[in-house]
């Protein structure tokens, strides 16, 4: 039987996040967006939560608690603060969570421990999405071919956070028509960061087109091993997790949207008492609520150790046009200011548009 009933700790730490993402990330988000910058210390201070440093195994320095369900309660909490911010804060996710969940036991002594260090967040990043027609995580045009103890990376990824201070990639290719990953170190013979993209959403969050041009790295450095990953597993706990991130923002602009019309007066009364405004705001409840529950499915699923894929699938299909549909509404409910910057549901409105392509930027 699924039971969802969050235990005392999870409680404790979305309360904790939820508290920092309003007193906090609230105060900055809207002129990072402007700027297209997110101030350093606020992202630091989101890394110092630990929650990466929690699902870490107590032999590489963390605390062994690792939960889906928790990380995407977590991902919520963060995201209604700010989208950007909490994909900067979960960035070095990216790198730790497929390390432990596919990596050999080398590979896994050799790069956790570089996350248990809650001083500094570990600059990696990952780079799967690729700026095409018909992209498609399962058949990438980045490729990877076994030239002797090496192997030799081509291809041009987009949508990479935070590429140009990361110091590791976990960069994703086809080899023999599978999907593998591969750790690759900055500097790196042919690997090169091109310019920072111009995106309509998520403005505050630098991502860049890397170009990999016969990029050689030791066969070593194959997650995995020589077997590889189970592709599928990885991709499902990123899309759980953007997920998460996608009931987060839909929940910030469904509450400003209540709030809104519950205080904006017209013919003598407020705008919330009108059948039109009511009635679309609790479809906006009801999408909201029905997306966490499936979002909560999928991670229960993987938490279970069992194969979720189907359940991510239904998920994404139905967040992907849900959160677009609630930061509209709550567009709609503000009128003519919900068009205007000093309004937060315009921001909203444009990162929501990102989720259908936003695939490799967080992962649970």
Do not use: C
């Not at 002594?109 to 990043?125: C, G, H, N, S």
């Not at 920072?196 to 990999?212: D, F, H, I, N, S």
């Not at 679309?280 to 979002?295: G, Q």
């Amino acid at each position: 039987m699924l039971d969802f009933t969050l235990d005392q700790e999870q409680e404790m730490l979305s309360k904790t996040i939820s508290r920092f993402a309003a007193e906090r990330v609230r105060k900055f988000f809207r002129d990072a967006d402007e700027e297209a910058k997110l101030p350093p210390e606020l992202v630091q201070s989101g890394w110092e939560l630990g929650l990466l440093l929690t699902s870490l195994p107590e032999a590489y320095g963390g605390f062994g608690e690792y939960s889906a369900v928790t990380g995407a309660v977590a991902v919520e909490a963060f995201a209604w603060g700010d989208l950007a911010t909490a994909l900067a804060i979960l960035a070095p996710n990216l790198v730790a969570l497929p390390v432990m969940l596919a990596g050999t036991p080398e590979q896994q002594a050799a790069y956790l421990p570089l996350f248990a260090d809650e001083a500094q967040v570990p600059a990696v990043t990952a780079a799967l999405s690729e700026p095409r027609v018909r992209y498609d995580p399962h058949h990438l045009t980045t490729t990877a071919e076994l030239e002797g103890d090496s192997y030799v990376l081509n291809g041009l990824k987009g949508m990479v956070p935070l590429a140009e201070e990361a110091e590791l990639f976990l960069v994703y290719a086809a080899e023999g028509g599978r999907t593998q990953a591969f750790l690759v170190p900055a500097g790196t013979e042919g690997l090169v960061v091109q310019a920072r993209e111009k995106l309509m959403g998520v403005r505050a969050l630098p991502t860049y087109r890397v170009k990999l041009e016969n990029v050689r790295i030791p066969a070593g450095n194959k997650l995995g091993g020589a077997d590889g990953i189970d592709f599928n597993l990885i991709l499902n706990h990123s899309r759980v997790a953007l997920g998460a991130a996608a009931v987060g923002l839909a929940r910030a602009g469904y509450e400003y949207a209540v709030d809104y019309a519950k205080n904006r007066e017209q013919f003598g009364e407020p705008i919330a008492h009108r059948q039109s405004i009511a009635f679309m705001l609790a479809n906006m409840a009801i999408d909201v609520d029905a997306a966490r529950l499936l979002v909560w499915e999928a991670a229960w699923l993987l938490d279970k150790g069992q194969d979720a894929t189907h359940e991510v699938a239904v998920m994404k299909y139905f967040i992907d046009s849900m959160v677009v549909n609630v930061a509209d509404r709550a567009v709609q409910a503000l009128g003519g200011y919900g068009y205007i910057r000093e309004y937060p549901v315009e921001l909203w409105l444009r990162n929501a548009r990102g989720f259908a392509t936003f695939d490799g930027l967080a992962i649970i």
